[in-house]
């Protein structure tokens, strides 16, 4: 089988891109780096295939996608804060590119598209209960917006074209490779490179508000059922690790894992964040056999173990698992 990864020299898309390779299947990615980094495909060797572009570029994206079976479209500028500062730029890539994906996947018969959203997307939409899928969306952020538009055209192209696509709510993914540098850097590397390096978390708000954080390895499981489940096409899935979790607990649970008594210290909450988010699982149980194999402690603890090795010198080589799959 011949997949082609968007963003698969990102977080997320790397892990995968690995997992795939691992199955026996032919990779290629397509990235631009925008957010990627170069190094989370050198250790996979040459076999990857990379196509070096833009999604924004529908001849790009279409030169990528030829000789593919199935597109796993994980690119975009994945960033509230950068959406808010930046909301064109990332219209530009979390839309445009998104509809050229699927434009492109249609146009060379691609038999599935697995396509990466948001839990955003149900912004103050569904309440502070466990979200099901079809509880109503209401996004804030213009980030959450451009993934709800994706979702849209991803159901549309079903519809109107008859093209298998499978759209993946993603909940706080965490896991090694994550970059913690980032401004906009996610929460777990956040914390964790922050206790390392002996300084305090940086909580935005007073940190009761809550994540349903899932390990990387349980979004590379639900990505691979995506690919064949029978019922899956045209549909929608939450995939998280199913626990409400809270900043304030997140930070005690890492203080303990890497014995530190650093306090957190709390700033003004972040416009566009929203308070509240967990995942029903049921669907992705009943329709993509979807199960989270890793829970949050053992995450935190893979997590932390690679993140301790990218200080040492060659201490990644060394290392066995510092890809998760
Ligand atoms: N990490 C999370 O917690 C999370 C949560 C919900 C959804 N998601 C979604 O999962 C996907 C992967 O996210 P990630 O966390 O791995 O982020 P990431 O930033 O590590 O990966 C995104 C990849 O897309 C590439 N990219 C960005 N713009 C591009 C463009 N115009 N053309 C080609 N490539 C481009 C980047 O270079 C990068 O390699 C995204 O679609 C994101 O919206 C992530």
Redo the contacts with the bound molecule.
């Keep these: 089988m011949k997949v082609l990864i ?9 892990h995968l891109t690995a997992h795939l390779l691992e199955q026996g299947c032919e990779v290629r990615v ?8 170069r190094s ?1 495909l050198a250790t996979l060797g040459g076999e990857v295939d990379l196509v070096e ?4 570029s529908y001849e790009r994206v279409n030169n990528a996608v030829s000789g593919c079976e199935i597109v796993m ?7 509230v804060p950068r959406s808010i500062q930046d909301p064109l730029t990332s219209n ?3 839309v445009i ?1 998104t509809l050229n994906v699927l434009l492109a996947a249609r146009d060379h018969g691609v038999r599935r598209v697995v ?6 997307v149900y912004g103050r939409g569904a309440g502070t209960s466990a979200k099901r899928e079809e509880q109503p969306t209401l996004p804030i952020s213009p ?1 959450a917006t451009a ?1 709800l538009a994706g979702e849209g055209y991803a159901r549309s192209f079903r519809e109107v074209y008859g093209l298998e696509t499978v759209t993946l ?6 896991g090694p490779l ?2 913690p540098s980032s401004q906009y850097a ?1 929460v777990v590397p956040n914390f964790i490179s922050a206790l390392l390096a002996g300084r305090r978390p940086l909580i935005f708000g007073d940190g009761e508000q809550s994540r349903d954080f ?1 390990y990387v390895a349980n979004v590379v499981q639900a990505n691979m059922l995506a690919i064949d489940a029978p019922k899956a096409a045209g549909r929608l899935y939450n995939v998280a690790c199913g626990e409400q979790v809270t900043l304030n607990r997140l930070v005690r649970e890492l203080r303990e894992l890497l014995a530190s008594d650093a306090e957190p210290v709390f700033a003004a909450p972040r416009p566009g964040d929203i308070k509240h988010s967990l995942a029903d699982l049921s669907l992705a149980r009943a329709e993509l056999g979807y199960e989270p194999a890793v829970p949050l402690r053992e995450g935190l603890q893979r997590t932390i173990q690679y993140f301790r090795a990218e200080e040492q010198p060659g201490g990644l080589d060394a290392m066995v698992g510092a890809r998760e799959h």
């Design positions: 968007t963003g698969g020299a990102g977080f997320i898309g790397s397509l990235d631009n780096f925008a957010t990627g980094r989370n572009g833009d999604i924004q479209h994980q690119a975009a500028l994945p960033s530009a890539t979390n590119g396509l990466a959203s948001s839990s955003s980030y993934k709510r993603y909940f706080n993914v965490f994550q970059d996610a899932t």
